[in-house]
Every structure is written in structure tokens, then in C-alpha cells.
Nanobody
Framework: QAQLVESGGGSVQAGGSLRLSCVAS????????MAWFRRAPGKEREFVGA????????AYTDSVKGRFTISRDNAKNTVYLQMDNLQPEDTAVYYC?????????????????WGQGIQVTVSS
């Protein structure tokens, strides 16, 4: 059974940084596209960004471009989300997701496995 476990969340002031990690088990990590989604209070879950299997391609939602960076270490079965210049509107529960494919989708329905989510809170 595949399992994704996020870590690294917490509280930070506006302009600060956090780095989320997601460790995968029970799947062949290098064969999966890895993504980050988030759900803000009172809103639907939204795509944040994703990285393909070889790390050659990434995709981000417009609101985080230039501030967030996704990377992965296939030897450690881990994907990262480096979040810089955090703003209060980035406050959300962040989820790691995995998809067995070569194409990066932005819809949550396309992803096969999910982590339990981790809280990120940004205060002004």
C-alpha cells in the first residue's frame, strides 16, 4: 500500500520561508509524477505545483511562480516544496500527491495517492 507522509509545516511571518518534505513508500517513486496541492480555509483544494519523474520539468500555479520551488530526490523517495516570501494567502493545508504517468496534470482527480496534509500558517 502506497503511503505519502508530509513534514516541515508550521507557522511563519509574512516574508518568511518554509520547506515541506514528502516521503513516499510502497511505490516505485521514480515512476511517479509528484505534486503539491493546498486547501485554504473555506476554499477548494488547488494545484500548487508538480515535478516530472526526471526533474526535467516543473509546473506551478501562477500565484506561487517565482516564490515556490519543487524538487525531488529519487534516491530518497522524497519530494520537496521550498516556499519563500510566504504571504498570508498561502495559509492552507498542503498535500503531497503522486501520479503514475509522464504528463503533469493539474487536476486533483488525476492523482493516485495522497498524503494526509500538513498545516502552513502565515501571519501578517
Amino acid at each position: 500500500q502506497a503511503q505519502l507522509v508530509e513534514s516541515g509545516g508550521g507557522s511563519v511571518q509574512a516574508g518568511g520561508s518554509l520547506r515541506l518534505s514528502c516521503v513516499a513508500s510502497g511505490l516505485t517513486f521514480r515512476q511517479y509524477i509528484m505534486a503539491w496541492f493546498r486547501r485554504a480555509p473555506g476554499k477548494e483544494r488547488e494545484f500548487v505545483g508538480a515535478i516530472n519523474r526526471s526533474s526535467q520539468r516543473t509546473a506551478y500555479t501562477d500565484s506561487v511562480k517565482g516564490r515556490f520551488t519543487i524538487s525531488r530526490d529519487n534516491a530518497k523517495n522524497t519530494v520537496y516544496l521550498q516556499m519563500d516570501n510566504l504571504q498570508p494567502e498561502d495559509t492552507a493545508v498542503y498535500y503531497c500527491a503522486a501520479r503514475y504517468n509522464v504528463v503533469i496534470p493539474t487536476s486533483e482527480t488525476e492523482y493516485n495517492y495522497w498524503g494526509q496534509g500538513i498545516q502552513v500558517t502565515v501571519s501578517s
